[in-house]
């Protein structure tokens, strides 16, 4: 491992997090770690699991626990998976192929985005574990089609359908760092905005040396072929998938499809109905409506609402095991973990992911021996205590 990332240095995600910091210029870090508005709701679903107490069986005897789990039938390692982040090549050079590779690498699955920088075929190529492919209208429909074509022939086990895009989020920090002007390709515009890349040499060199600014590989146009890099605002727009889509798109694509961006037990509902085989309970870690309730909140009202008719993830505000502990426990199958692990590839590329993964891991283990619990397959709501108003 990279000592730059190893303990002491780095003891958990808030230090990767320290790390990318020091290493991203501003408009690079502020978009991975930013949120919507006034950031309520980024901050609230870290919050949320605060409220979550647990209740430990002491003097119980752990020798192993077991982490092992199983998402729409394919075997993990771990009850975690890296979820899409888009631009992840704007953090370091071929970040999408080295997040998937450390996943894989894991034992767990990577979920590729759209609004990615490397070709879908070369992140299933890197990765020895599943990759998921994550759907944006981004293009239009037959845009859309092919990249479902592709993404099929490629091997990719899933597919992630997000449906909390009509418009992008006003993320604030993007707007003051000139995410739109750094994209415009216009040198006048970009000019009051250079600066923060300058201040940052080392990404510098790499992003340079990785050819510059990303294009959009998977999102290939008619007359363009790969779509010119637009900031993720502007894609956003173009984004919007409908419940009318899910139709075509369930008829494009043969395996299982995840809905991602259900924030309530009607949306659940309403998932299900149009042919989900899993739902995601997320808020898009507070990047689009800010003030929608946090995601860890909202869990048990949608798992109980589901009834197991479908696996239920959730993702938004997971920093420590001990948060996936609490997830699985009001009902998650599995959580997917965002900025956790951008941290680290903003950091240190791969080894950062993979360190992330590690502490993840470690902090699993650590807690379900506390717990008294000898596998995440036997936790449940008796581990923990939710506030009273949690419905579920
Ligand atoms: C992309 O989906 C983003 O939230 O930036």
Not at 108 to 126: F, W
Not at 232 to 241: F, I, K, T
Request: charged content about 20%; aromatic content about 6%; glycine content about 10%.
């Amino acid at each position: 491992m990279s000592r730059a990332v190893a303990s002491p240095h780095v003891v958990n995600i808030a230090d990767l997090r320290r790390l990318a910091k020091r290493r991203l210029p501003r408009v690079a870090f502020d978009y991975l770690d930013g949120g919507a508005e006034d950031e309520r709701t980024l901050r609230e679903n870290c919050r949320a699991f605060e409220a979550v107490t647990f209740h430990p069986r002491s003097a119980v005897a752990t020798p192993s626990c077991d982490l092992r789990t199983t998402v729409l039938g394919v075997a993990l390692d771990l009850p975690f998976l890296l979820a899409p982040i888009g631009s992840s090549r704007l953090l370091y050079p071929r970040g999408e192929e080295l997040a998937a590779r450390a996943a894989g690498a894991a034992g767990t699955a990577y979920v590729l985005s759209t609004l990615s920088g490397c070709r879908l075929e070369d992140v299933q190529a890197a990765s020895r574990g599943p990759v998921w492919y994550q759907l944006y209208l981004v293009g239009g429909r037959d845009v859309a089609r092919h990249s479902i074509a592709r993404a099929r022939a490629a091997g990719f086990s899933a597919l992630v359908v997000t449906i909390d895009t009509p418009v992008s989020g006003l993320r604030e920090r993007d707007v003051r760092n000139g995410v739109r002007e750094l994209a415009s390709r216009r040198l006048w515009s970009m000019l009051p905005f250079l600066p923060q890349l300058v201040a940052r040499p080392r990404w510098l060199a790499g992003f340079v040396a990785d050819g510059g600014l990303m294009k959009f590989p998977n999102v290939v146009l008619a007359e363009q072929g790969p779509m010119p890099y637009a900031d993720v605002g502007a894609a956003l727009e173009q984004s919007m998938v409908a419940w009318e889509d899910l139709g075509w798109i369930r008829d494009a694509w043969s395996g299982p499809v995840v809905i991602k961006g259900v924030h309530t037990a009607a949306d659940a509902l309403r998932a299900i109905e149009a042919g989900a085989d899993a739902i995601v309970v997320s808020n898009h870690g507070g990047r689009q409506l800010d003030g929608v309730a946090p995601t860890l909140r909202v869990l048990p009202d949608v798992v109980e609402a589901v009834g197991g008719r479908v696996e239920v993830l959730v993702d938004g505000g997971i920093r420590r095991g001990s948060d996936i502990v609490k997830a699985l426990c009001l009902g998650a199958r599995a959580v997917l973990i965002g900025r956790a692990y951008a941290y680290g590839l903003g950091a240190a590329g791969e080894a950062g992911v993979t360190r992330a993964i590690d502490i993840m891991r470690s902090d699993l283990v650590r807690t379900l021996k506390l717990l008294g619990c000898p596998s995440i397959g036997e936790l449940d709501r008796s581990f923990v205590e939710a506030p009273a108003a949690w419905r579920g």
